[in-house]
Every structure is written in structure tokens, then in C-alpha cells.
């Protein structure tokens, strides 16, 4: 076998301190030189450092160049993947709005004229405006259950993290479940509103027709509650006060779904909601679709938008069970009494949040101040109790639902009422009989 034999290679002004060797006594037993150090009696020489930033990859979120130390939400916001939409969102007509729309129309069309002749048409603008704005009142203040369906479930309709950002000074999002799965479906973190920390978590639907894919239409798997249980666990420890915001139609009812545990993970999370020892204040701001809204609503308070909905089935699902068609679900959403109003004479919600005329969407802004007042509120009151109160009060709130007398004495004239009426028998002669039969055949 041939070798190589290497000479020793000189260097001078080097002790062996200055020498990087590796294991194998360098590279192919080179000395590799190291950066000098500064001795007595030498002139230190400055150096630059420059480094050139690899491209970003998808779905990767840097920190911007012009960070904004001011920013809403805090600094930390823009580690967020959730961003404002480049494009603003496409104007969106509901069937009941469309007198609205004529209006609308034909002030346009009179202001169009006004510019094009230069004439005067003050008087016919303020009066269909003040025309539209006394519709759109009486429209938005007689709204039908099925109508205040539709509004909680606009595609414009400010999200979760639409509010989070709004009322909060910072927001940090946490992430996982600690079993290796992050639901986009589920959102949670850590906020503070006027100083005071909370834990946010709520569902995300999406504003845009991607977005929506990747949230899942706000439809949580079992690892969004898992992931909405970490936290709670994580709020309960640190003594931070939770605030849930629901807005799902409901939890994901897939095969792989049932696989994982659906049900159990909706189970745990009512079990452990009801032995929280700080206050959990729940807020539905679109549609509450069963246990999927339950499963994070587990509250000392629940408030509600004033056109959100809370339900135990969709008005579709109700109305295809019972009436056997989905036509049918306008008489199905009066009969489920699934609107705020409704729901806070049953004593199942216990507040309503006013919406802008037209709907949250119309004024996103004024919407989110009006659920940070909500929410300031409603603390400062639980915030007083101590631990047994609150989890006294959150048991009897729930007990108390659905609950009826038993053993009451019934009026009479209430009682002979209430009898089924006898119908009085029809007596039928043989050759009718007969050709009842004939016709059967």
C-alpha cells in the first residue's frame, strides 16, 4: 500500500494556543490558524461582519424591516401569520337587504347627476338619505330569526382575531397541543385589555376563501380542543382569567375526526371548564353551533352579539329532521329560539351586545369597543368573587337550565281544556263501506 508522507508546513509568530486542530490533528494534518489575539506591543485591526439573509420560504414570517414599536396588538403581532388582506373584501348583498340596495343606488345615481349638470339636488339627496337610514333602521330592528342567521354568518363579518387585535394592547398567540398538532381552527393566547392579562382562545374562521380552507371554516378536529384544554390548564395555574369567543358551526365531524377522539376531547373540556378556579367569561360572535361551541363555553357568562345565533342544530339540519326538507328552515330557526333575545329570556345567555346597524361587518370597530366594554365589565363583577363562589356560580348556571316544577297543582279550567276533544263517530251505512273498498282496489 502506497502512503502519502506530508513535509511539515513552517508558520511563524504562532504559539500552539493560536492553532485549530481537529481530532485527526487537523485537515489531512494541516494546522488550522486561528484569529490572532490582541498581545502587547501589536496594533489591533478592526473587521466587518457581513452576512446575506437566505430567502424566505412559504409560510415563513420575518421580522420586518420598519417595525412599528406602536403597533396594535404589540410588537409581537407581526410574528403573527395573520395579516390584513391585501385586497378588501368584495361587498356582499343579503336577500333582505336588497330594498337597501335600490336606495342605495339612486342616491348615487343623483349625486352622479348633481356633477354631470352642475344643478342643485341637495334637497332630493338628504331626503332619500334620510329615507335609507330610516329603512335600514326599521330593517335591522324587525329582523327574523332566519334573517339574523344569514348576518351571523356574512363572509365580512369581523373574526376572532379581528377583535383580538382591536381591543387588546398586546397579543401573543400560543401554539400546539403537546401531542405534535396545531388546529388553525382554534385560536389561542395570551392579552392584555387596560392592564389586566387574559387568555384568549376562540374559533377562526376565515376571511377569504384560502384562509377558510386552511382554518377549516372554523370547524375545530379534536387537537383545537386539546389545544384549547392546554391552555386552560396553563390560565388556571398562572391565575389569568379566560375568554372564550365562539364562532363555529360546529365541531368537525369527519371519519378521521371520530378516530382521534372527537367526542372525548369535547367531553373533557366541559369537565375540566366546570372546576377552573379563575372566571371564564364566553362571547358568541357569529353562529354557536352545538358541542363545538360548548366545548370552550363552559362560562360564568355568556354574552352574545345582538345577531349572533346559539344553537343545538343548524335551522337546515333541524328542518330536514323534522319537516323532512331544508326549505323549511326559516319556520325551523323561530321554533329553536336560537337568537340573543331569545336565548336571554331563557336565562341561557346573560347579556347582548348591540351590533351597528347593518350588521358587525358594517362597523368592525365600534363592534370591538362595544366587546371590550362587555368584557371590563363583566370581570370587574366576577373578579370580586373568590374561587368557591365562582365555581358555585358557574354549576348553578347551568343547573338551572332547562328546569321545571313537578307536583304543582293544575288549574281546573286549565285541565278541561287541556283534554283532547272526543270527535263525535261518524256511522257509515254498508253500500258506503263497500264502495270505499271498491275504490281501495
Not at 92 to 109: G, H, M, Q, S
Not at 258 to 270: D, P, R, S
Not at 363 to 388: C, F, G, H, V, Y
Request: net charge positive.
Amino acid at each position: 500500500m502506497a502512503s502519502i508522507s506530508q513535509s511539515p508546513i513552517p508558520f511563524t509568530r504562532a504559539s500552539a494556543s493560536d492553532l485549530l486542530r481537529s481530532s485527526s490533528n487537523g485537515i489531512s494534518g494541516i494546522p488550522l490558524k486561528a484569529l490572532g489575539r490582541a498581545r502587547f506591543g501589536e496594533v489591533k485591526r478592526g473587521f466587518a461582519l457581513t452576512a446575506k439573509l437566505r430567502k424566505v420560504k412559504k409560510h415563513e414570517y420575518p421580522w420586518p424591516d420598519d417595525a412599528d414599536p406602536n403597533v396594535k396588538g404589540g410588537i409581537l403581532s407581526h410574528l403573527s401569520p395573520f395579516k390584513p388582506l391585501k385586497e378588501r373584501p368584495k361587498p356582499i348583498t343579503l336577500d333582505f337587504e336588497k330594498p337597501l340596495v335600490a336606495l342605495e343606488k339612486k342616491i348615487i345615481d343623483v349625486r352622479k347627476m348633481a356633477n354631470d349638470t352642475g344643478l342643485d339636488f341637495t334637497d332630493q339627496i338628504v331626503s332619500l338619505e334620510n329615507k335609507y337610514q330610516q329603512a335600514l333602521k326599521d330593517l335591522y330592528t324587525h329582523l327574523t330569526p332566519i334573517q339574523r342567521v344569514n348576518i351571523a354568518r356574512h363572509p365580512n363579518r369581523p373574526t376572532f382575531l379581528d377583535h383580538v387585535f382591536s381591543i387588546t394592547e398586546k397579543f401573543v398567540e400560543l401554539h400546539g397541543d403537546r401531542g405534535g398538532y396545531d388546529d388553525p381552527a382554534i385560536v389561542t393566547g395570551i392579552g392584555t385589555i387596560d392592564g389586566r392579562r387574559y387568555m384568549f382562545m376562540g374559533h377562526q374562521k376565515g376571511r377569504n376563501t384560502k384562509e377558510n380552507i386552511q382554518r377549516n371554516f372554523g370547524m375545530p378536529t379534536p387537537h383545537g380542543y386539546r389545544k384549547a384544554l392546554r391552555m386552560m390548564y396553563y390560565a388556571d395555574h398562572h391565575g389569568f382569567p379566560i375568554v372564550t369567543f365562539i364562532d363555529t358551526p360546529g365541531a368537525y365531524a369527519d371519519l378521521k375526526s371520530e378516530e382521534l377522539g372527537q367526542g372525548e376531547a369535547i367531553a373533557h373540556n366541559l369537565r375540566t371548564m366546570f372546576g377552573l378556579k379563575v372566571p371564564v367569561v364566553s362571547i358568541v360572535i357569529g353562529e354557536g353551533g352545538s358541542g363545538g361551541a360548548l366545548a370552550i363555553g363552559c362560562a360564568n357568562k355568556l354574552l352574545m352579539l345582538e345577531n349572533a345565533v346559539f344553537y343545538v342544530a343548524s335551522p337546515e339540519a333541524c328542518a330536514a329532521i323534522l319537516w323532512k326538507t331544508a326549505k323549511a328552515s326559516p319556520k325551523a330557526a323561530e321554533k329553536l329560539k336560537i337568537t340573543a333575545g331569545e336565548l336571554c329570556k331563557l336565562q341561557i345567555a346573560d347579556g347582548v351586545i348591540p351590533d351597528p346597524l347593518g350588521g358587525a361587518h358594517a362597523d368592525p370597530s365600534w363592534t370591538s369597543e362595544q366587546i371590550k366594554l362587555a368584557i371590563n365589565e363583566t370581570m370587574d363583577e366576577l373578579m370580586k368573587m373568590n374561587i368557591e363562589e365562582l365555581l358555585k356560580h358557574r354549576m348553578l348556571k347551568f343547573r338551572k337550565i332547562g328546569g321545571f316544577q313537578e307536583g304543582v297543582p293544575v288549574d281546573p279550567i286549565k285541565k278541561v281544556n287541556m283534554k283532547k276533544k272526543e270527535e263525535p263517530i261518524v256511522r257509515r251505512t254498508s253500500q258506503e263501506l263497500e264502495g270505499e273498498v271498491a275504490k281501495l282496489k
